[in-house]
């Protein structure tokens, strides 16, 4: 099987590999990956330091050219990319062809936004002076993503760095590195200067690491848990390090009386059991209002029935496997958890067996759950949601926000004053009405409040904020 190799310096390079499993078979192995090592690592670092004068100058024609040829080529290959994804990760083929689509628009965005860079111009409070404001790049930027999107966050992390003229050294999560090659490849092949991009694909605990402890690297983006997060912030500040953070979300999604039941049970059904639930702005916390409580729980649960859990590249699986053993041990447990918690197991909370070995779980669902349990209150991560019932909208919105979380939030309501005072009141990043939590444009800004993100928005224009770094300059006329 060939090696997919890092790519340092301009040059694929690296010998020993780690396995890349498919977990809806794991007799399948999908790809051997390139460890680095941290020398290799720093090796990158430095290349990415040498490249960035060239780049950070190179004219805005040729940024947008490379950003469109990579979108283009994207969008040519979303189908093969796209069950490339769903084998290494499990989310299904559909899902997994729309986030290559993503992917692809995300790439076109941003090679609009190379040719939309600008400035201002302002008088001074002084006569006869001007003042310009720009923005210049940042340097070099580490990126460190998640195995949950392996397309999407990569590239809403490095078209972005690219558009405004940084250079980057890129770690994907270990456990499905074969899109972000692919992705890499690309880019390499549509003719981006050596050093610019540099993939270094490997474990976190030696990789990242190393990019954390490095002086050279002047800013970090991190999507990944909350642990690893403040690990980066950590040591971002110690460097003088700009970095930002999206980590994990406990979103609610509130169910009001006035609900259409069928608006609602498609939203929560998407929000918290779609893409097995491995999303951060999946739904765990469903809260509904006495008057819909039952109807709501047994409209949800008939729709559960009719979810085919199977293999990611199956015609007709609605939920593939969870990512790997361990996560689905964390679910399990936290299974068990809610269960010794008292909440009522209604639905699910199996692990299946397939034709093939894989990770199956059944969507699970609980009701007769309080906030306080910890099934409400950590992010489990998985197909597994919780049905809190609450006395009114009040309740609900207190309920919402009573968490340590606030990536997103939604609403299923036909009042036009609840749903405006959720928007106003919810304490989320991105707040949904009649739609399910998860599953947001790729140009306008993503990220949360409180625990689930640190730093500006990333995607759309407001990306500019992280990866630019604002000049005013004085001039004497
Ligand atoms: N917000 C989100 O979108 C996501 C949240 N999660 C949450 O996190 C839990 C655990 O998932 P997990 O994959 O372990 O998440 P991590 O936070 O460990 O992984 C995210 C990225 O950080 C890297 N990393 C790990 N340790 C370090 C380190 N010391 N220095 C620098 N980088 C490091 C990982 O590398 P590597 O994996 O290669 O070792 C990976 O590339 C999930 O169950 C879920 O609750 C997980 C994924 C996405
Ligand atoms: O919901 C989405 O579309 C994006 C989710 C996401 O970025 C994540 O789970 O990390």
Redesign the pocket.
Request: charged fraction near 15%; hydrophobic fraction near 35%; include cysteine.
């Given at each position: 099987m060939m090696l997919h190799k890092n790519l340092i310096a301009g040059e694929w390079s690296g010998s020993t590999g780690t396995a890349n499993i498919n977990p809806s078979n794991t007799n399948e192995v999908v790809g051997e990956f390139a460890a680095a090592t941290r020398n290799d690592t720093l090796t990158a670092i430095a290349a990415a330091k040498a490249a960035f004068p060239r780049w950070s100058r190179s004219p805005i024609l040729e940024r947008h050219a490379l950003l469109k040829k990579a979108g283009d080529e994207i969008l040519v290959r979303k189908d093969e990319l796209g069950a490339l994804l769903a084998r290494e990760e499990g989310k299904t083929l559909a899902e997994a062809t729309g986030e290559v689509l993503r992917g692809a628009q995300i790439f076109d965005f941003f090679a609009g936004e190379a040719l939309r860079l600008s400035g201002e111009t302002l008088p001074s409070v002084r006569p006869g002076i001007g003042v310009e404001i720009t923005r210049d790049a940042v340097g070099v930027i580490g990126i460190?993503?998640?195995?949950?999107?392996p397309i999407a966050?990569p590239a809403w992390k490095i078209a972005p760095a690219l558009c405004y003229g940084n250079t980057i050294v890129f770690?994907?999560?270990?456990?499905v590195p074969a899109s972000s090659w692919a992705l890499v490849d690309i880019l390499h092949r549509a003719g981006l200067p050596s050093g610019v991009l540099n993939l270094v694909m490997?474990?976190?605990?030696i990789?990242?690491?190393t990019?954390?402890d490095s002086p050279d690297i002047q800013a970090i983006t991190?999507?990944?848990?909350?642990?690893?997060?403040k690990?980066?912030a950590l040591a971002s500040v110690e460097h003088n390090r700009r970095f930002q953070l999206?980590?994990?979300?406990k979103n609610p999604f509130v169910v009001l009386d006035d609900a259409d039941l069928q608006v609602a049970v498609d939203a929560a059904a998407n929000s918290s059991f779609f893409s097995t639930g491995?999303?951060?702005t999946a739904s765990s916390r469903l809260i509904v209002t006495e008057g819909i409580h039952d109807k709501f729980v047994s409209a949800l649960t008939e729709r559960l029935k009719t979810l085919v859990v199977d293999d990611a590249m199956k015609a007709g699986t609605h939920i593939g496997p969870v990512v790997d053993a361990s996560?689905l041990k964390?679910d399990v447990d936290y299974i068990a958890i809610g269960r010794s918690e008292g909440a009522k197991l209604s639905f699910g909370g199996e692990v299946l067996e397939r034709s093939n070995p894989g990770f199956f779980l059944q969507p699970t669902l609980f009701t007769e759950a309080s906030n306080a349990m910890r099934i409400c209150r950590e992010?489990?991560?998985g197909p597994v949601a919780a049905v809190i019932r609450v006395k009114d909208y009040e309740e609900a919105l207190f309920v919402a926000n009573d968490t340590n979380f606030g990536l997103s939030s939604g609403i299923a309501t036909t009042s036009l004053k609840h749903a405006t005072h959720f928007k106003r009141n919810s304490e989320a990043g991105m707040v949904m009405i009649n739609l399910p939590t998860a599953g947001v444009d790729f140009h306008v800004p993503f990220g949360g409040r409180k625990g689930s993100s640190y730093g500006p928005r990333e995607q759309g224009r407001y990306a500019a904020e992280f990866y630019t770094s604002v000049k005013t300059a004085y001039t004497l006329a």
């Open positions: 460190i993503t998640p195995w949950n999107f966050i770690k994907p999560a270990d456990l490997g474990k976190g605990s990789v990242g690491q990019m954390l991190f999507t990944g848990s909350t642990g690893t997060g690990r980066v999206e980590m994990g979300g491995q999303r951060c996560q964390q992010e489990i991560f």
